[in-house]
């Protein structure tokens, strides 16, 4: 529910039961007599892509869809439905969430970009680096993975904004619907970063929930592939405008992080980087870089919340393969320009990667070596659980 200026996420409903009803092309309806739960719904090794395809239970449905027209022509989205938790996941964008509501809130914001634009109409190298804008309307995109953050020149070349893996086509999809309780819903994907003489990056990636709940996780596997170290770089690019992003939204994180800003704008707005103005005419950008603290699990812990203290979105990633921390303030006055802020765990900072190596954050893989990165999001609903989430962030430390 919302007023004027604050927003109130719903409810959550029960557990959904283990039973399924599945409806879906002749290929999936194969698969699902063969497999039960798991459902694969495009495969390059095995030459097909299912154009539609639905699943429902108790209290959730997941359904596969093809987009048409304009730069959204044949575009793939999996909308996840599960209780009054609603998001969609792009795998044309490199498995990219689209968009995420709350009983029909949404928690992302307004782009100009209104289609999810398919990657063949996107040229990265637009506008001197920075043609990554033509498509960013997402509500969570990866950045890299062989270099993510500013455009500019690394070793003579010139490497663009936040990388191509947000613009790689998935090359396996797969829905799996646990049949243990509590009947967790995955969606999976395969997306592959490679180019002769420089990559073979191979990123398995997870978005998953359990019906009824109010929490969404993310869980990452990048491996390079190749014979020898290869550098990666990655960031968890998260954002969220109106109304969630308020005058007067905090941004809330333990007391020991270190913070530094990106630039000059940033500099000058030190004194109150965790608070967030209204709209504000010629805002443009800040950014701030920050080193958080891990809790005695590895966990950091932060929270984007209303200025009420209400609703909010409290964030919980593994340190130890994501060690900083982006803060993106855009808080401008229309679509054009964004009012938005981007919640930002990654690798690395935001620079371009030959300033980010010369600082030593530039992280390298070993040949057939993998990582893991984990990300859950709790959508908080009143002020008792925006204090017990802002409780967990301070003993962050």
């Known amino acids: 529910m919302m007023t004027s200026r604050r927003v109130c996420l719903a409810a959550g409903g029960a557990v959904a039961s283990a039973s399924l009803a599945f409806t879906s092309s002749r290929r999936a309806d194969s698969e699902n007599a063969k ?46 439905q599960s209780g009054p938790l609603t998001f969609t996941v792009l795998p044309t964008r490199g498995m990219s969430i689209g968009r995420v509501s709350i009983g029909g809130t949404p928690l992302g914001w307004q782009s100009p970009v209104r289609e999810a634009v398919h990657p063949r109409a996107v040229d990265l190298q637009d506008f001197s680096g920075l043609g990554w804008l033509t498509g960013f309307n997402e509500w969570l995109v990866r950045c890299g993975v062989s270099f993510a953050g500013h455009p500019g020149v690394d070793d003579g070349r010139l490497l663009t904004l936040h990388g191509r893996i947000g613009n790689l086509p998935a090359s396996e999809v797969e829905v799996i619907v646990d049949e243990a309780p509590p009947h967790r819903i995955r969606v ?142 855009n808080t401008d006055l229309d679509e054009c320009h964004g009012y938005v802020t981007g919640l930002e765990p990654g690798t690395n900072f935001a620079y371009n990667r030959a300033k980010e190596r010369a600082a030593g954050r530039v992280r390298q893989l070993g040949p057939l070596e993998e990582v893991s990165f984990g990300l859950t999001f709790t959508f908080l609903r009143g002020a008792e659980e925006v204090r017990a989430a802002m409780e967990e962030v301070a003993r962050c430390g």
Not at 37 to 66: D, I, P
Not at 242 to 249: F, I
Request: charged letters at 20%; a negative charge.
């Open 188 to 329: 999976r994907g395969r997306v592959d970063e490679a180019m002769f003489k420089f990559c073979d990056f191979e990123l398995w990636t997870e978005v998953s929930t359990v019906p009824g709940s109010l929490e969404l996780t993310i869980s990452d596997v990048l491996k390079n592939k190749a014979s020898y170290p290869k550098e990666y770089e990655m960031i968890y690019h998260t954002n969220f405008g109106a109304p969630l992003l308020q005058q007067g939204t905090r941004f809330v994180i333990g007391p020991n992080a270190a913070v530094t800003p990106f630039n000059a704008d940033a500099a000058a707005e030190l004194a109150d980087w965790k608070t967030f103005k209204g709209p504000t005419k010629g805002y443009g950008e800040t950014v701030y870089c920050v080193t958080p603290k891990a809790d005695a699990h590895g966990f950091v812990r932060v929270a984007l919340v209303d200025a009420a203290g209400t609703c909010g979105v409290g964030l919980r990633y593994t340190a130890g393969t994501l060690p900083v921390f982006n803060l993106w303030k």
């Open 35 to 80: 497999i039960g739960h798991r459902v694969t719904l495009t495969s390059v090794a095995e030459n097909f892509r299912t154009e539609a395809w639905a699943a429902k239970g108790e209290n959730w449905a997941v359904t596969k869809r093809t987009l048409h027209g304009g730069r959204q022509e044949g575009v793939d989205e999996i909308e996840v």
